[in-house]
């Protein structure tokens, strides 16, 4: 699936110790400022989902979001942010999570889509699986029907794949 873009490897750079020390950061901004990659990045990250209906794309902050909208609207979806507590207007619905360099938690807005929802989950990087489980879980509280999660990047050592339903469909552009 890699193969529409020539520099997968050059576009996603690595930062030791960001956020903490020992943590090995694959950040995806240099892809973003490439037109031709973020366009294959969108591409390749939408072809799995292009007949199933999506309704509403689900984006992690911060960078699931760039993702997540560009990704609505290659499916003509409409996004839904998922953000960190206190950045949402409104009744939110909040969920906590363990990370591979602490805890976090996220939120959506209270009845952001409309129970029945085909929704895909989307986020830049799967790591330990924290973020995207607890994504997971904010939308089955909406009562949407989770159709399966996107992302750019899985960090394949860090098990997060193993966090999340065996049942539902992850697909991910670049494996690590």
């Known amino acids: 699936m890699t193969d529409t873009y020539p520099d997968w490897a ?28 973020f366009r294959a990045a969108i591409a390749v990250m939408a072809a799995p989902w292009r007949a ?17 909208a560009a990704l609505a609207l290659e499916l003509g979806a409409g996004f839904v942010p998922v953000r960190k507590p206190g950045k949402l ?6 969920q906590a999570y363990a990370l591979e360099y602490g805890s976090d938690r996220i939120e959506v807005c209270a009845g952001a889509v409309a129970p029945g929802t085909r929704v895909l989950l989307v986020d830049d990087v799967l790591a330990t699986g924290g973020t995207l489980a607890a994504a997971l879980l904010l939308a089955q509280r909406l009562e949407a029907e989770v159709l399966g999660a996107a992302v750019l990047v899985e960090l394949d050592g860090l098990g997060g794949r193993q966090r999340l339903p065996a049942g539902l469909p992850l697909r991910a552009t670049l494996v690590y």
């Open 10 to 37: 050059g576009a996603i750079r690595d930062v030791a110790d960001f956020p903490r020390p020992g943590i090995l950061f694959k950040d995806i901004t240099p892809l973003l400022a490439d037109a031709p990659g």
């Open 89 to 94: 207007p409104g009744a939110t619905l909040v």
């Open 52 to 68: 199933a209906n999506v309704q509403a794309v689900l984006g992690v902050e911060a960078r699931g979001f760039i993702l997540g």
